[in-house]
């Protein structure tokens, strides 16, 4: 392992890159080329006391990892080797609340010197550090004479915090190490191996599919729940629940992962290990039960309401359910009993699509409501993964030449959005399929001539390292790899520095900052992007000439035309459009009508829509969908789509506006459109 924890990212990502550029160095550490250089020299110090080649690093154009450097590391895999364990804050905080779970003694400042290496002065302060951002999990640590440094909370909240800790680790490239060193002197402890093993069997046996990275996670913490059932530290269920989990079929397979791993056999327990098993396993659309399976319906009603808060029509709709429950069933079980789940990718997720984070997030609320359960940001932040997965799926299948398989163990929304990324990059590959590791183990794929993969592999096929989520940096990386390989062509990386100088020499730069950020994007957003277009905000759409004011009409349909008569007056839309959406709300019923007295009409691209365009009409009084009472509308929100995307910034300000009940109120009362260009002005500043 490396001696510090941020040489050691930067040698992690270089070991999984063929080839990078200083630059991509850069933007994927988000470290300056001095503290890169910096962190290379140690690295490359580390290397010579190992006998291994520095890393080539100054005066040329790509960095590359020697082939030496790289073998050393696959070989030392599965090696496990004592070494020197210098830890940073963040691994002596997570460490501490591991140390104190398995106490099998009283606990001094002493042992925790000893653990950590560290001062005692250090510890008091960490030991506060610990209890500042354990409150979220109701679990703090305490000292007293006879017990010495304990936890105290309820056993079932100090596991969610041991999940917690794991999860943050399972980051750290010498995660392993770690562990090992935290439990080298503990007798009796269980091997990782035999528990990882026993836990594939029963995926096997059971015939279920596990999420492979979450997999390895829980495997880790049967080593510390392994301790806690021998100090007899069992959690509570109530009754009623209890019952509950002894039907579910994946009672059984608790049982049987008890009896093999040699656990004691306590009901409570059983529940436990139960809800852990029923979150780590993928929902299987052909064992539920249509009759009484909540959560499937509850997907059907997602992929609806996204339809409608997103106003796109998705082509192929069962698949979409189908994949959606596949993610939702664990993801339930998770979320009811605070079963803890990292995502690397929150923080680009909500950036590089948080149009769609927020439409994502305004519709799963009343879903949380409705189980009682609280929604996580992680856990909001993989089903927009998902829908933008599906978003971004090609409408048209171009000829492909070479056949390729995608390896991703994170999941269903990670292998998804890597599949569809990489089918907008390349025209000339066909990705045949999406495979977990152990999938990838078993089966022969030979037949393929390219793979792509977010974690290293040993294969002789010609193997590409992505990520679910790329930047454009990391996107000219992957195309020039990959055009390398097929036929040959590289090309050159150019700094933004370099091209800005360029363009200095003949012309005034008034904004170098603005200039950056649009060069930085423009490599991909031509390929990728060029369907999407400007993403207009929502004043650009509505404005004077789309917004009208109308005192009554005679019914639904009329009040449906009138909307939709600013889009045909510029043609924006063709009349087909109009007959299309009071079409869909005869067939369909009243979907459009979203919250008391808004509706938003729509149909899709096909049907007659030129350019993206949105217009509002308000009526004093209101109309009645369907002649239904139950659905009157006064506030109608026209919207034409020319795709999935384009139109989305605009409507993610819509849906934040209209989350406002507030809002709503000030627009059916409005008595004139400068007030509601106001508020309009307002929220296109917003996402």
Known sequence: MMIEKRPAFLLNYLLKMKNTTMNQVMEHTQLTKRQIYYDLEKINHWLKERDLPAIPFRGIHFIEVPKEVGNYFREQQNRSQDRNVILTE???LNLIILYLFIREEPISSFHLTQLLQVSKNTVITDVKKVNEMNQPFLVEIRYSRQNG?????????????????LSQLLSVPYFEKLIDYLLKNRTGHLPFAEVHRTLLQMETQFELHFVEERIKQFAYFLLFYHYRLKERKFVQFHADEMKLLQKDPMW???????????????????????????????GNRFMQDMNRDLLFKICEQLVFDFESKACIVFEKKDEVIHSLYQHLKPAYFRMKYRIPINNPLLDQIKHEHKELYTIVKEMLQPFGTLLSISIPEEEIGFITM??????????????????????????????????????SLFSEITVEKSMSLQEFQKQTVDQYDLLFSTVELVTTLPCFYV??????????SLVNEVYQHLFGIQYQDISLKELIQTIGKFANVYDEKGLKTALSQLTFQKKVEHQRGNQPVL???????????????????EAVKVAAKPLLATGAIESSYIDAMIDNIKTLGAYVVIGPEV???????????????????KL???????????????????????????HLKALSQLTKLLSEKNNIELLKEAESTDQIFELFKQYSALV
Request: aromatic share 6%.
């Open 599 to 617: 509706a938003i009409p729509h149909a899709r691209p096909e049907m007659g829509v030129n350019q993206v365009g949105m217009s509002f009409l």
């Open 90 to 92: 963040e691994e002596r």
């Open 386 to 423: 998902h829908f933008g997965a599906m978003l971004e799926r090609p409408k048209q299948e171009m000829p492909k030449r070479k056949r390729a398989i995608v390896v991703c163990p994170s999941g269903i929304s990670s292998s998804l959005m890597v599949k569809h990324q990489l089918e």
């Open 149 to 165: 440094y304990h936890l105290k909370g309820t056993e079932f909240d100090k596991r969610v915090l041991v999940m917690h800790c």
């Open 467 to 476: 990520k679910p989520i790329m930047t454009p940096n990391e996107k000219n």
């Open 620 to 646: 004093n009084k209101p109309v009645y969908f369907l002649d239904d009472e139950k659905y009157p509308v006064r506030l109608l929100f026209c919207i034409a789509a020319i795709d999935n995307t384009t």
């Open 539 to 557: 004043n650009d759409l509505l404005k004077e000439e789309t917004v009208q004011i109308v005192e009554q009409l005679s019914d639904w349909e």
């Open 252 to 282: 059984k397979v608790s049982q049987t992962l008890t009896e093999l791993l040699h656990f004691e056999e306590v009901d409570t327990e059983q529940c436990y290990l139960t809800i852990q098993l029923l979150g780590l396993s993928l």
